[in-house]
Nanobody
Framework: VQLVESGGGLVQPGGSLRLSCTAS????????MSWYRQAPGKERELVAS????????NYADSVKGRFTISRDNAKNTGYLQMNNLKPEDTAVYYC??????WGPGTQVTVSS
């Protein structure tokens, strides 16, 4: 059972990134998925969630209208499309499903 995040990087304010979460070792389509983030010196916070079949989504107020969570169950992969990024979005981003432990995360840095 493994989760691996990718797609992070350095981007200027107003830019976009798409994060990916690749799952293995379990039936990905059976579980809801969430993205979390943790900024330096802060607690990990929930960013977005999506139901097992993609019919339900939920977002933190701070990212509503800018981030979109999605999934492709055929590819065992989840995504987080992040648009209009702000410096306060800088954090390590993690995907999470209840059946799996935390992955290594992917660093997102928003800076000019």
């Amino acid at each position: 059972v493994q989760l691996v995040e990718s797609g992070g990087g350095l981007v200027q304010p107003g830019g976009s990134l798409r994060l990916s979460c690749t799952a293995s070792g379990f039936t990905f389509s059976n579980y809801a998925m969430s993205w979390y983030r943790q900024a330096p010196g802060k607690e990990r916070e929930l960013v977005a969630s999506i139901g097992s079949r993609g019919g339900f989504t939920n977002y933190a107020d701070s990212v509503k209208g800018r981030f979109t969570i999605s999934r492709d169950n055929a590819k065992n992969t989840g995504y987080l499309q992040m648009n209009n990024l702000k410096p306060e979005d800088t954090a390590v981003y993690y995907c999470k499903l209840s059946v799996a432990s935390w992955g290594p995360g992917t660093q997102v840095t928003v800076s000019s």
